[in-house]
């Protein structure tokens, strides 16, 4: 069974701040993929980034990028030079084998202006 | 763009009732999902859909069904609400079989269940 955990509830920073949240995953699959999400307050849920295990170079797009340790089963997200816009709720998730995407209890971040 | 949409944003229910919720998404996916969305606990898979008419269980399927009748569709069925069924509910679509692949979610229905 795969399972993914975010630690923190809630974080704030300053706008132009640098941020990371922290997402922990266990799963007994040879092959997966790791997700973060954001869903905006009142907005459609989006995908920010996606890392394939196999690959060892962290995944990055843009302000958004990851930290990716496969041993440590530890798969964190970086915002650069963060916006007001990037505030909202951001849920890991992982996918193995099966079709299905298993979520982490979510980070509330707040950019403060 | 693809586009997955839901029937309704907010919805108000009395105990006992049937519900249905329901998703289309327009870009001719062959997988749907619904979940539902608690503090605390994330989003949690209630039942998906790889081809019309199959579908499959997720984690949490008691006091659910689904149908699937079209490609475009999947509706969610609470048989009879209750007031633990009051949650956020989101659909998503995704486009084949790989676990690469990006899911594309609705804009989700809260349910209140009084």
């Known amino acids: 069974a795969q399972t993914v955990t975010q630690s923190q509830p809630e974080m704030s920073v300053q706008e132009a701040e640098t941020v990371t949240l922290s997402c922990t995953y266990d799963t007994s699959e040879n092959n997966y993929y790791l997700f973060w999400y954001k869903q905006p307050p009142s907005r459609q849920m989006i995908l920010v980034i996606r890392q394939e295990a196999y690959k060892q170079q962290n995944a990055t797009e843009n302000r958004f990028s990851v930290n990716f340790q496969k041993a440590a089963k530890s798969f964190s997200l970086k915002i650069s030079d963060s916006q007001l816009g990037d505030t909202a709720m951001y849920f890991c998730a992982s996918r193995g084998g099966a079709q299905k995407l298993v979520f982490g209890q979510g980070t509330r971040l707040t950019i403060n202006p | 763009d693809v586009k997955v949409t839901q029937s309704s944003r907010y919805l108000v229910k009395r105990t006992g009732e049937k519900v249905f919720l329901e998703c289309v998404q327009d870009m001719d996916h062959e997988n749907m999902f619904w979940y539902r969305q608690d503090p605390g606990l994330g989003l949690r898979l209630i039942y998906f859909s790889y081809d019309v008419k199959m579908k499959e269980k997720g984690d949490i399927p008691e006091g659910y069904s689904v149908s699937r009748e079209k490609k475009e569709r999947f509706s969610l069925i609470l048989e009879s609400a209750s007031t633990n069924q009051t949650s956020m509910y989101l659909c998503?679509?995704?486009?084949?079989?790989?676990?690469?692949?990006?899911?594309?979610f609705g804009p989700g229905t809260r349910l209140t269940v009084l």
């Open positions: 998503a679509s995704s486009f084949g079989g790989s676990i690469r692949d990006e899911q594309f």
